[in-house]
């Protein structure tokens, strides 16, 4: 028992009650904003540390024991995850502070923006199927109010699609959650795996574990289910979509791994759908961001064939296969928002986001060129940086599996990929300087840079020094595909 | 309004404390009967609607000069200082206590840790249906 797994949700929680009385101050808001989730990296940043050190902390909720309260757990790869999405709320805060209105803070932005934080933090760390579904509520409810903040006519339809979408997965995340109820009669997830683990029937469990597929699919935007993202991504503004860009699909991926690992892994059905979805995700995607000309739309369309990447990982289903998966997931949550906010700092300077209608940004504003150039390098999968290292993970780890057809078409992917982050850097950065706004030239940038400039630094470290975050990026994998440390840990078995 | 609706007015003025009354011994007789923070909430929040239905807006504006969405902060700081407590004992988030007390012209009392956490969840949902319902309200006009 460790009271600490439960504060990198309480925390924001508490917080962002206590910013609800200050609705129209601005100064507390933000300072209490800063603060929090300041707290939260350094507890979460502790509590991968224990893990690493000592193994899995758990929690049990209310003092209930295990099987039948909610336990909260936090194992290497739940913990390292609050930790990165900790980190990226801070730079998207930081962001939103030099972007946003002044109206936009007042409407309860920041008590909203640590719900959400709450609704992530708490899928990342419960240990309980209902309580996963009841923070996904919590951050989906958050993200609807952030998504549609503002109210543009745009805005309002887009978001209306991504509500009803999303209400309806829900729905049937429910009803799955009944079947496995009604199947095994427990809803804790370490004991739901001892329980599969010993039923002989598979044909009920394959059913709800594509149940399952179909609800995670649909949050983490897996092929024919990502309809929805590319538009609802591309309407609120730039900090909100860097957040949900890089943190709410993984949210999805996330949960799929953990369910897979840990409650399905006896099915092989079930990985070879994951394989064939995961090649079709990827192309799909990468052949709508190829024809799209328009830098946020591009960026989400492009979430999609990312996503494809790590679905392929699950789906290979070996220990290098899931280090590799993990390894792309946390670059990717890094990479993505990074160029989310470059595309609202080109946003900014030249007010479009139409690639036809900017050029020559790298004349104008060169820092934003070259730090673009090497997160979109870095996308791309071009050694040294972290991209490639993921990939190459995955890539070998389908070598060693002989899955040859899908290790061909992520190559292609990735080659696809490569041109369209050149084509947005060879038609809005290089050539002659034309911009929509005349006074476009001399807009002074920097600031916006800042809160960027961490993530562009942690690609290249994770490129760079990638042998002791591979190594990490191991012994998570083992963890996880060895489920009876967590078993153990969580049902107070020695 | 010209033609004031006196039966209602009349009627609501001694049903709508019945309700009130009725949501008191209904949020008392949770966690051990059935009642509680949620039900004992949504029937407060029903009499009040009664009182916004029957007169009018303004007038009860005056009676309740409360912000609704503060109400609902105020409960769910209750709540989760009420999780917060046992935390600093070193029980883990959320376990309840309880503890029986003789308490004179009461008799014997259950005082549990239970009921502070109700009495926020009893906030949060009078706050957020009033609120609801006075925002579409008001949109109306």
């Known amino acids: ?59 049990e909720l209310g003092d209930w024991p295990a099987p039948f309260g909610i336990v909260l757990v936090a194992d290497l790869l739940s913990s390292s995850l609050v930790a ?43 240990g309980d199927l209902f309580n996963l579904f009841v923070f996904f509520e919590v951050m989906l409810i958050s993200s609807f109010i952030l998504i549609s903040m503002g109210s543009k006519q745009y805005q309002l339809r887009e978001s209306l699609k991504y509500v009803i979408i999303n209400t309806v997965s829900s729905m049937f995340f429910v009803a799955a959650i009944a079947y496995i109820y009604g199947v095994t009669g427990t809803l804790n997830m370490a004991d739901l795996a001892v329980k599969i683990g010993e039923l002989e029937q598979t044909g009920v469990i394959s059913v709800i574990a594509v149940l399952f597929l179909f609800v995670f ?28 860009g890089g943190l709410l699909t993984k949210v999805g991926v996330y949960t799929i791994m953990r369910t897979y690992t840990l409650i399905f892994p006896h099915d092989q059905t079930v990985f070879q759908i994951l394989l064939i979805f995961g090649g079709l ?3 799909i995607g990468v052949l709508g961001a190829v024809s799209q000309f328009d830098f946020k739309r591009i960026l989400a369309v ?21 280090a590799g998966t993990f390894y792309f997931l946390a670059h990717n949550i890094i990479v993505k928002s990074a160029l989310f906010l470059f595309a609202g700092v080109a946003e900014k300077i030249t007010g479009t986001s139409h690639l036809k209608q900017m050029s020559g940004l790298l004349k104008t504003h060169p820092y934003v060129g070259w730090l673009f150039l090497i ?16 990939k190459f993970a995955l890539i070998i780890a389908g070598f060693d599996a002989g899955n040859y057809f899908v290790i061909a078409v992520s190559l292609a992917t990735g080659v696809l990929t490569l041109f369209s982050m050149m084509k947005i850097f ?54 996880l595909m060895d489920p009876s440390e967590y078993i153990n840990s969580v049902l107070n078995k020695e | 309004m010209k033609n004031t609706p006196v039966q209602l007015h009349v009627i609501t003025r001694i049903v709508a404390f019945i309700i009130l009354a009725f949501s008191v011994f209904l949020f008392f007789a949770g966690h051990n009967n059935p009642g509680g923070g949620f039900i004992g909430g949504l029937m407060t929040a029903a009499a009040l609607v009664l009182l916004y239905l029957s007169f009018d807006l303004k007038t009860i504006k005056r009676v309740i000069p ?76």
């Open chain 1, 1 to 59: 028992m460790n009271n600490l797994v439960i504060l990198p949700i309480l925390i924001p929680l508490l917080m962002g009650v206590i910013l609800i009385f200050f609705k129209d101050s601005k100064s507390v808001q933000r300072t209490v904003s800063v603060i929090s989730v300041g707290l939260m990296i350094a507890v979460s940043a502790y509590l991968t540390y224990i893990v690493y050190t000592e193994g899995i902390q758990t929690t």
């Open chain 1, 281 to 283: 995700t990827m192309f």
């Open chain 1, 84 to 126: 990165l999405s900790s980190l990226l709320s801070l730079v998207c805060l930081f962001f939103a502070y030099q972007t946003f209105s002044a109206e936009r803070e007042r409407n309860f932005f920041h008590p909203f923006f640590l719900f959400l934080m709450v609704g992530v933090n708490g899928s990342f760390l419960t």
């Open chain 2, 66 to 141: 409360f912000n609704y969405s503060k109400i609902i902060g105020a409960g769910l700081l209750i709540a989760i200082l009420t999780g917060i407590v046992g935390m600093l004992f070193g029980f883990p988030f959320l376990t309840q206590f309880d503890e029986y007390y003789h308490i004179p012209l009461l008799g014997e009392t259950h005082a549990a840790s239970a009921l502070p956490f109700d009495l926020g969840i009893y906030l949060v949902v009078v706050g957020f249906t009033l609120l609801v319902i006075l925002t579409v309200a008001e949109d109306d006009s």
């Open chain 1, 302 to 322: 492009h979430i999609v064939s990312q996503v494809g990447y790590m679905i392929m990982g699950i789906g290979i289903f070996t220990p290098l296969a899931i």
């Open chain 1, 375 to 390: 997160t979109a390098l870095s996308l791309a999968g071009i050694p040294p940086l972290s991209g490639f290292f993921g």
């Open chain 1, 217 to 244: 699919g649909t949050k983490s935007a897996i092929f024919p289910l990502y309809y929805w993202l590319p538009h609802s991504y591309f309407a609120p503004p730039a900090a909100i979509a860097a957040l949900f």
């Open chain 1, 426 to 479: 060879m038609t809005s950065f290089w050539g002659e300087v034309k911009m929509p706004d005349p006074q476009a030239k001399d807009k002074k940038v920097g600031s916006l840079l800042i809160p960027i400039l961490p993530l562009v630094a942690l690609t290249i470290l994770l490129g760079v020094a990638a042998e002791p975050f591979m190594q990490f990026s191991l012994e998570l994998a083992e963890q």
